[in-house]
């Protein structure tokens, strides 16, 4: 039985459409991270998902009930917010015990049930404590503990990390995923945080502009990107995205006036076809017979070094390489370089779609 | 709660203070220790001199079963104008603050009585309520029940309770709608998918969090209650028939100014003073120091 | 549970409360252009009889048993909310100003001193108020009628709350660049504070447009009669009230201030509520 399922999800606000069809199927247990630029309509999924809104047209399932027209709180699931939304006034307990008090369970069953999920997440000293004496992080594990003690049937996480500093947000983002492994719900989880994405999920779902883009496992998006939009977004520094013409047969891709070969695969598109040539800054080999790019602003990061490259033309091309002992590239130089052809992507130009060898 | 940047200088300031100072003293401290001397004092039978009496005036006031009734009457007259108006300014606040279709034409058309004059309150509620030209008024003899808030003064207590509150009802709906819109949207978002709803959702979390404007509404009502009514019920029948709507602080007017009664009416002033006083306690102390820092 | 009427239910009991006040008003409309006569024999209709408008200008004019000319009335009332208006924000600006941005000997005592003026309404410090504006030969004056009313310390404390609230860079740049603190004041801490003092206005041009007390008591002289006190005194007269005439002046008497609350309503709502927590 499939944890939850979306049958060709729609929503408008007004004229204005959000969300334009999104098929989904999460097998029960499974993270699925639905990821994005702010707009592309992830949230708005979500809070779909929740019954927080009502779609326009589709249908949702969870646990194989339809529960499209369902009100929240009929629907069994459980939500971690972004800014928490812990009821203030009540103490950690309380929060965590409110909604297992609307459902009538007994006093001493849901003791049971709050001291398992607090000692779960490490907050038995905290029950008494009201939220506005926690620190974030508390708050955050709090949040959790309120969605883990219903036990329910979908967990939904609306950007939980947020409004966590860049070290915590580390540390909770090994907690939720040791959490969610170990309970087994079903989990759906929105961020626009691609390195969250790509260590929280089994699988990722890029979202552009209202659209599912490429829905696959964190390692097919990085290696396989459906497309330039996802190739651009996943993996920092981005991708580089040459313009190019094929060449020789589907063979090679000319990019001005160098020429990449791609090795022994072969691409059914015709000499000149225009496409977009895609190496990730990692990939980017120096090679004394290369390419020339001129270096225009080289940045230290310690261990490595990012080289930012302009030619005339406008054309950028950025690479990633180890601090060398004796100094790498430096401003104003002019450096040659070779991508290797296993790691070329190759897009077509007009539709960004990826293609691939014949 | 103090600034941390400053201007330098002290005789500036002293001069900006100085006009409301001067004024503070002159037309609010001042008549204040002389309410307080007044109310220790008593005239003679001629007006000429006047003698300390300690704490007679106040020992009168207790002893005189008028004053105890109308004691008893202002803080009924209070409770009900309190109560009516915060129930319902909360109900109307709960339902315009939803997501129904045209709530800022309902806010609009609901705030617009905070205008009204206590004193035309009660002139509006009389031209309602006469017993011969009153809509209702007339209404209410025609079908056999026998109306004139001029002769029986349940009448007339129910009739400045309704005016009262009426007017005050803008007021508090105004700030229990800030007080409702201040409570973040995802908190009630989370009590829906705990699975707590409409009535629920009310007692457990939005009145909980209404707290703060409960208290100070209660304090600001019953203020209001006390002391700014003066004129609605004094429009409606200056305090009768009899005493029937004699509240304390129309009986501070009408012993004082038309009794020229100065001893028993400071003393009753006082005693009005020493009332605000000590609301204004509780609602600091309940409140913190938010009222002020 | 989606479509059910009851979804409708709010709706119905908002426009119940909205006639709710509504009704008063009406009643008063349409039954001053009626017929007096036909009034005080119980037969005010809810429709208004546009013949009967002249009311308007008999009112204006000559006033009704009891009480004089309305346009006089209103005049008096209007100074006088004006006066109060103006008065208490000019009074309660640079006290503000100087408790908040300065620091002086006996500051918070005189702080205190202008705060416990809350626990002061007029109605509880009547006789004495009186008795000193006596003294100053202040009775049947203008003057009278507004000083007691405008040093009260609400508006001192609103202003208090927002300028507590001014950033710190902002007076930090302001003496860089040289800005003593009267300029300072006049050229950014007025400016910042517009939207309170537009809400202050509201909310005193309204209060002392609707004073009924404290007017009633210091003016004897029927011409200083505000608007409010006239109508008081036209419904007291029970025999001979001219009650079309009562209800045009009561038409008149809600105009302004609720003009004023209608069209400053933005203002008027964030200084209320966010100025008295």
């Known amino acids: ?358 | 709660m103090e600034r941390r940047t400053l201007f330098p200088g002290k005789l500036l300031p002293a001069l900006l203070i100085l006009p409301q100072l001067v004024l503070t003293l002159v037309f609010f401290l001042w008549p204040a220790v002389q309410a307080i001397k007044s109310s220790l004092e008593r005239e003679d039978a001629f007006g000429i001199s006047t003698e300390f009496v300690g704490l007679e005036n106040f020992a009168d006031l207790f002893g005189d079963p008028l004053y105890v009734a109308a004691i008893g009457r202002t803080a009924f007259f209070c409770v009900c104008v309190t109560l009516l108006s915060m129930g319902v300014a909360l109900v109307l606040a709960v339902l315009a603050d939803t997501e129904i279709r045209g709530r800022a034409f309902y806010r609009t058309m609901l705030i617009w009585p905070y205008a009204v004059a206590p004193a035309m309150a009660a002139v509006l509620w009389v031209l309602m309520f006469h017993p011969q030209i009153g809509l209702v008024g007339a209404w209410l003899n025609r079908i056999g029940i026998d109306w004139d808030y001029k002769l029986d003064g349940t009448q007339a207590m129910a009739l400045v309770i309704l005016a009262a509150a009426w007017k005050q009802i803008s007021y508090n709906f105004i700030f229990f709608l800030a007080g409702l819109q201040a409570i973040p949207k995802t908190i009630l978002e989370a009590a829906r998918i705990d699975g707590a709803r409409g009535f629920r959702r009310f007692r457990t979390i939005m009145l909980p969090l209404l707290m703060p404007t409960v208290y100070f509404l209660l304090v600001v009502d019953l203020v209001y209650a006390a002391f700014d009514t003066f004129a609605t019920v004094y429009a409606v029948n200056a305090g009768g028939p009899g005493q029937s709507t004699q509240t304390l602080v129309l009986k501070v007017y009408l012993d004082g100014i038309v009794n020229a009664n100065v001893g028993s009416s400071s003393a009753q002033s006082v005693v009005l003073m020493v009332g605000v006083i000590v609301l204004c306690a509780l609602q600091f102390r309940f409140l913190g120091r938010k009222t002020v820092t | ?277």
């Open chain 1, 1 to 358: 039985m499939a944890g939850l399922k979306l049958d060709g999800l729609r929503k408008s606000f007004g004229a204005n459409e959000i969300l334009k069809g999104v098929d989904l199927t999460l097998a029960d247990g499974e993270m699925l991270v639905i990821v994005g630029a702010s707009g592309c309509g992830k949230s708005t999924l979500l809070r779909l998902v929740a019954g927080l809104e009502t779609p326009t047209g589709g249908r949702i399932l969870i646990d194989g009930r339809d529960v499209t027209q369902a009100d929240p709180s009929a629907r069994d699931i459980a939500m971690v917010f972004q800014n928490y939304a812990l009821y203030p006034h009540m103490s950690v307990y309380e929060n965590m015990a409110y909604g297992l008090k609307i459902r009538g369970l007994r006093k001493a069953e849901i003791r049971a049930k709050v001291d398992a999920a607090s000692s779960l997440l490490g907050l038995d000293a905290l029950l008494d404590r009201k939220p506005r004496q926690l620190s974030g992080g508390q708050r955050q594990r709090v949040a959790m503990g309120r969605a883990i003690v219903r036990d329910p049937k979908l967990f939904l996480f609306d950007e939980p990390l947020s409004n966590l500093d860049a070290k915590l947000r580390v540390q909770m983002r090994g907690e939720i995923r040791r959490l969610q492994r170990r309970l087994k719900v079903t989990s759906l989880y929105v961020t626009h945080d691609q390195v969250e994405a790509m260590t929280l999920g089994d699988r990722l779902l890029v979202m552009h502009q209202g659209v599912p883009v490429q829905l696959a496992t964190p390692t097919e998006i990085f290696e396989r990107p459906a497309d330039t939009y996802v190739a651009g977004f996943i993996g920092s520094p981005a991708m580089n995205l040459l313009p190019g013409l094929m060449r020789r047969n589907g063979t090679a891709i000319a990019v001005d006036d160098s020429e990449f070969a791609l090795g022994p695969q072969r691409y059914a598109l015709p000499d000149g076809h225009p496409v977009f040539l895609g190496i990730r800054p990692e990939h980017v080999a120096l090679a004394a017979d290369g390419m020339a790019w001129p270096v225009e602003v080289v940045e230290l990061l310690g261990s490595e070094m990012l080289v930012h490259a302009t030619r005339p033309g406008g054309a950028t091309l950025t690479l990633r390489t180890p601090n060398a002992p004796t100094g790498g590239p430096a401003m104003g130089e002019t450096i040659r370089v070779a991508f290797p052809a296993e790691r070329i992507h190759v897009f077509d130009r007009d539709s960004g779609r990826r293609i691939e060898p014949a």
């Open chain 3, 1 to 277: 549970m989606r479509r059910s009427a009851l979804h409708l239910i709010p709706h119905a009991v908002l426009i119940l409360a909205i006639l709710l006040f509504a009704l008063p008003i009406w009643i008063a409309i349409a039954g001053s252009t009626q017929d007096s006569a036909a009034i005080a024999r119980g037969e005010v209709s809810l429709v208004p009889n546009f013949d009967g408008l002249g009311v308007y200008r008999d009112v204006l004019l000559d006033g009704s048993a009891g009480a004089g000319p309305v346009w006089r009335a209103l005049l008096v009332s209007a100074g006088m909310a004006l006066a109060i208006a103006f008065g208490k924000i000019a009074l309660s600006l640079p006290s503000a100003y100087a408790v908040t941005f300065f620091r002086f000997p006996f500051r918070m005592t005189a702080f205190w001193l202008i705060f416990l003026t809350l626990m002061l309404p007029v109605e509880v410090r009547l006789i004495p108020t009186f008795q000193v504006m006596s003294s100053l030969d202040l009775i049947n004056s203008f003057t009278g009628l507004t000083i007691p009313l405008i040093a009260s310390a609400t508006a001192t404390l609103l202003f208090r709350q927002t300028f507590l609230a001014i950033p710190d860079e902002l007076v930090e740049a302001a003496r860089m660049d040289g800005a003593g603190p009267l300029r300072f004041l006049r050229d950014i801490v007025i400016p910042v504070s517009g939207a309170n003092i537009a809400a202050l206005f509201v909310i005193l041009f309204v209060y002392g447009w609707n004073q009924y007390l404290w007017p009633l008591l210091v003016a004897t002289d029927p011409k200083l009669d505000t608007v409010v006190i006239g109508i008081v005194k036209m419904i007291g007269v029970d025999t001979a009230t001219e009650w079309n005439k009562v209800m045009a002046t009561a038409v008149l008497a809600l105009i302004p201030p609720v003009a004023v609350v209608l069209l400053m309503q933005r203002w008027f709502l964030k200084g209320l509520t966010e100025g008295d927590k």
